[in-house]
Structure formats: C-alpha cells, structure tokens
C-alpha cells in the first residue's frame, strides 16, 4: 500500500488485512479443516494434532509466502507447501493430510470470510458512534434555524438539529444493511472441488458444518464456489455506506464554506491538521471504483483471473469504508456550529427563523425513533 492510500485508511483495517494477518487466518483454516476430518474418522488424531500444532504464523515465513504467491498466482499453493514443510519436520506421516480434499479457492476464500468479518467489525464500531455524535448534534441543536439548501443553494428555514437528523438516517439504515449483508455473506467454502466428496467419504458437508461451527461462519449448505451473489452483495452495502458517508462530509464542507462559514471542524489546519470530510469524500470518489471492478467479475466466475481480480478490490474497498467511518466518527462531535453565523445568512434573505421550530420537534421525534431502534445483530456475530 502506498502512502497515499495509507491515508484514507486507518492502522487497525491496515493491520486486518497486512501479510501475516491474512497468512494467520489461512493457517485457523488448516486447523480447523483437520480437527474436523479427524473427529469425522477421515484422517488420522496423531495426523490432526500435528498439522493444528504446526499452524502457527510464528513458524513461517510470511515474507516468502507472499513472494512465492507472485509466482503461484494465489498465495494457497505456497502457504500449503510451506505448511507440509513445517508438519514433516515433526511427522512426516501427517504430510500426506494437509489440506486433504481442499481447493485453493475454499482455503483463500474462507480465510477471506474471516478477515472481513473483524473488518466490518470495525467499520460498525465506528459508524456507530458517528450515528450517535450526529444524535447528540440534533437534541443540542434541534430548533437552531440555519437555511436549507436543495441542490447547495439557499431555500426555505430549517433548524441544524433536522438536518442531523436527515444526515443520522440513512447511515443508521446502512449499519443495519451491513450487518444483514454479512450475516449472509461471511460463509465457509469446502466441499466445491471435483470429486471432493468422495474423498470426505460421503461426509463432506459434515466436514464443512464442523468447520462453520470452529471458525463462526455460516455454513452456506452447498458449495455455492462460483456462486457469490451474497459476497458481492456486501461489497455493494459497502459502495453504499461509502456514498452515504461522503453526502454528510460534502454536506459539511459546503457549510464550512467561507460564504456561508456555519459549520467548522475541529482541528488546525497550520499544524497539518486537515478536516475529516476530506477523507470520507475522497473515499466516495473511489469506491464506485471499487464495487465496479466486483460486479464485473460476476459473469466471470470461470475465467483465468476474475477471482484474483476481486481479492485484490476487496481489502480497498473496506480500507476506505473504514477510513470514511473514522474519520467522520472522530470528527462528528467536536463539529463547530456558528448558530449566530446560521440566523444573519437567514436574514439577509428577509426569512423568518421561527420557522425552524416546526423543523425542531420533527428532528427530536427522529431521534427518538432512531434511539429506540434495535441495534443490529454484531458482525463478528454472524454465524448461523
């Protein structure tokens, strides 16, 4: 990642998906892929307890892994080798059952499933607090007149507590969409690979519901490969928070404004301190991008290099949804309004302020429908 794209992320998404995280979760598959075959009677216990013992990111070298990916085209091939180097070190009769009856795309694709799933983990925590900064926002400001302005130019007299409100919505919409989305979508694959079931002995899809259990994702009950509507379908709840993320922050920036200078975040901008809207709206510019480049891998589900194509979209995409969602997050309460600033650009237009009362109580009873809401089931919940 360049130091360019470093900036619209966060550390903590950076560190989901960085080498050795990705290796790490590939090697909880392994485990948790012999565990299951051997309490199904498919491989041998001694054989299971020393590939589960060797499934240790410490005892491999991420580094080469990765380099020999480049080669492979698919970092399976070089982690499975480097995992049967490290298990006949200890058993050399264990060899012979790593990865036994699983594809390359069942292992990355499952490790995926886990990476994303402390993913949108993340970008929820955030876009939480954002939902609830802007809540805040609303009940302190709820009858503070400021203009409204349809297409960015003044209009009719609102109050800044209804247009929280109406910033609030819609990401409170797309944090349930999300977790939705992810509960379909955080699934295991085994089972997919031609021939697959008469290795499992018949016993594949016990195979994989043991493994959904071990690894707290969802057992799709069918291979479901070449089938990623659901996975895709996240990709796209993703492109969405994104927008909705970049509409308050470009709404933000036209408020801050010099002309009409009601609004200001908090930071200095002489100490290198930049405001957040930045970040979200350059994350918007680039996710259309992002979800783009997965929908065109759909039809080729078959095709040399579709599905490479969309592991390398993926991990950007939640980058910038994080990225957006913290920074908004961080920025959202210490928002500095200038109401005295919002009454004279209403009055230079000869509009009355006591119409923003009206828009008040309607801002206040939004809040308290957005407040009593349920919240949504955890993404790091999502089994089942």
Known sequence: MSLFEAVLSTSEMRGVFGDRS????????????????????????????SIAGSCKVELFDVAKIVRDSGRAGSIADPLVHSLKEAVGLFNADAVPF??????????????????????????DADLARAVQALLAQAERHATTPMLARPLGQPDTVTSFGRVCVDWAAPLARRRERLAGAARRALQVRFGAGDGADDRMQGQGAAVRRQLAEALGLRDPGAD???????????????????????????????????????????????????PASVVALAAAQRAPQRVAALLAGMPQAHSPGSWQAELAEWPQLLMSAHGSARALADALPGLQVDAARMLSNIEQLRLDPAQAEAAGVQALAQVLVLQSAPEPVDPSDIAG
């Not at 002309?259 to 290198?272: M, Y």
């Open 98 to 123: 790593v990865h036994f009856g699983c594809g390359a795309q069942e292992l990355v694709d499952s490790a995926m499933a886990l990476l994303t799933r402390e993913a949108v983990a993340l970008v």
């Open 224 to 274: 479901g490969r070449s089938e990623r509507d659901d996975w895709i379908a996240l990709g796209c709840e993703l492109g969405l928070l994104i927008g909705s993320l970049g509409r308050v922050a470009s709404d933000i920036a036209l408020l801050a404004r010099s002309e009409i200078a009601e609004l200001a975040e908090a930071g200095d901008p002489a100490r290198g301190q930049r």
């Open 22 to 49: 990705v290796v790490d979760a590939m090697l909880r598959f392994e485990a948790a892929l012999a565990r299951a075959q051997a309490r199904l009677g498919l491989i041998p216990a001694s054989a299971a307890a």
